[in-house]
């Protein structure tokens, strides 16, 4: 069995490691803008939306650049940075 598979019983896991790795691309970006409470919460939720979308986006087209866990972290990255753009534009 491979560890590494994006079978159900690590969906949790998936789920997860969407979460951390969008809510600290979030605090990041709010962190060197100087944001306040107000935008930081709305920069951290805004990244979320924006991974989501991207993993939605590679899963629909079936890419696979780089995977880990059954996450697509280039398209992650990518959708959260440009959900982070959109909103702070």
Same mark, same amino acid.
């Given at each position: 069995?491979?560890? @590494?598979? *994006?079978?159900?019983?690590?969906?949790?896991?998936? /789920?997860? /490691?969407?979460?951390? $790795?969008?809510? *600290?691309?979030?605090?990041?970006?709010? %962190?060197?803008? #100087?944001?306040?409470?107000?935008? /930081?919460?709305?920069?951290?939720?805004?990244? *979320?939306?924006?991974?989501?979308?991207?993993?939605?986006?590679?899963?629909?087209?079936? !890419?696979? %650049?780089?995977? !880990?866990? #059954?996450?697509?972290? $280039?398209?992650?990255? @990518? #959708?959260?940075?440009?959900?982070? !753009? *959109?909103?702070?534009?």
């Amino acid at each position: 069995m491979n560890p @590494l598979d *994006i079978g159900v019983p690590n969906l949790p896991y998936n /789920l997860i /490691l969407s979460l951390v $790795i969008s809510v *600290i691309i979030g605090f990041a970006f709010a %962190f060197f803008r #100087g944001a306040g409470l107000g935008r /930081l919460i709305f920069s951290v939720i805004a990244s *979320i939306a924006g991974f989501y979308a991207g993993q939605f986006i590679a899963n629909y087209f079936q !890419w696979s %650049f780089v995977m !880990w866990n #059954g996450v697509h972290l $280039i398209e992650g990255v @990518l #959708g959260s940075l440009v959900a982070l !753009w *959109i909103v702070n534009s």
